[in-house]
Nanobody
């Protein structure tokens, strides 16, 4: 059974940090491109960051460059998103995504709220 389970979301003040984790199981994690997406109320889901199977970062959304860092631990089947200097506009549900050769999986998301 394929599972992507996000954790680490919560409420943080502007300028704060959070580290999201996504634990994967049930598929060949090492061979999948892993991504973080987010969706704010009333907006479309958008790509935040992506890391390919060999651990090379491909891209970040312009809005998070220099603040967010994506990484993966293939031994733990886990992908992370370190989020620093958080802004109110980073408030959203963050989703983990796995993709390889047309196979795609999604987690259920974790809420990140940035508010004073």
């Amino acid at each position: 059974q394929v599972q992507l389970v996000e954790s680490g979301g919560g409420l943080v003040q502007p300028g704060g940090s959070l580290r999201l984790s996504c634990a994967a199981s049930g598929f060949g994690f090492n061979n999948y491109r892993m991504s973080w997406y987010r969706q704010a109320p009333g907006l479309e889901r958008e790509l935040v960051a992506r890391i390919i199977s060999v651990g090379i970062v491909t891209n970040y959304a312009d809005s998070v460059k220099g603040r967010f860092t994506i990484s993966r631990d293939n031994a733990k089947n886990t992908v992370y998103l370190q989020m620093n200097n958080l802004k109110v506009e980073d408030t959203a549900v963050y989703y983990c995504n796995a993709w390889a050769g047309g196979m795609e999986y999604w987690g259920k998301g974790t809420q990140v709220t940035v508010s004073a």
